[in-house]
């Protein structure tokens, strides 16, 4: 078999264009425009360019975008501030402090001052509560953007064997509580599962969220299964020349492209999906500040 593939590059173009309807309705109707807020200390080229293409997206989205740039050695009580005052920004109705942040600061603090109705990472452990008691949250953006593709390709997921590799506050655990919330059967695999091989061959829906390269291979995946690759991984790849990279997932692509019934790519996949959640969650969280309907294909 040859799985189809599940193009998230096209899907986000999709969310994209909904985001940009609802932008345009917001402004004619309510007078409202959505700002989004990104926040980046120190020079990380890699959250550079993610920033970048944040601002870009939204602004084309017909958003606002408020890009705040500290130096590495800001120090936390100054960046409370920041976020504080953003806090109070009426503009301003997303706000996402880039990480990693540099050491010396404290990272949950610093999430945790965000106004949870304006945290649209959805990492703030109000939201996190709420996910998971099955209360309105802001949902992370990866699995957002993950759920979303299963549900288009899958319809009801009810009843389905999900396994979940990886249990990370910003991807595993997010996706089990909306997996969990749509029926299925959910289970959490992790650097301490045993044979692991065996229960991924278990899933109907694999998602692959560990952050090592080419992990996941075909044997096992479950025949026809759907594989969502959550890997960014940038290895060396001598075959385009010394010193080259390439980007890489944390499936074996062809090995389990053979086995899946589709498969997310990387690039290509999950990545441009959690940029175009970003900007629904920014939305959303517009249209619950303002009192405003919640656009219903924006979200889970
Ligand atoms: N760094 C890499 N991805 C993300 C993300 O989705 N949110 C935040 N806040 N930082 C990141």
Redesign the pocket.
Known sequence: MSAEIIDGKAFAGTVRERVSGHVKKMVETHGVQPGLAVVLVGEDPA?QV?VRNKGKQTVECGMASFEHKYDADIDEATLIGVVEKLNADPKVHGI????PLPKHLNSDLIINTIAPEKDV?GFHVVNVGRLGAGLKAMVP??PLGSYMLLKDRMGDLSGQNAVIIGRSNIVGKPMGQLLLQANATVTIAHSRTKDLPAICKQADILVAAVGRPEMVKGDWVKPGATVIDVGINRVPAPEKGEGKHKIVGDCDYASCAEVAGAITPVPGGIGPM?IACLLANTVTATARIHGLEEPADLTF
């Open positions: 959250s993610y996402l402090v880039q990480l990472d953006c990866t959690t």
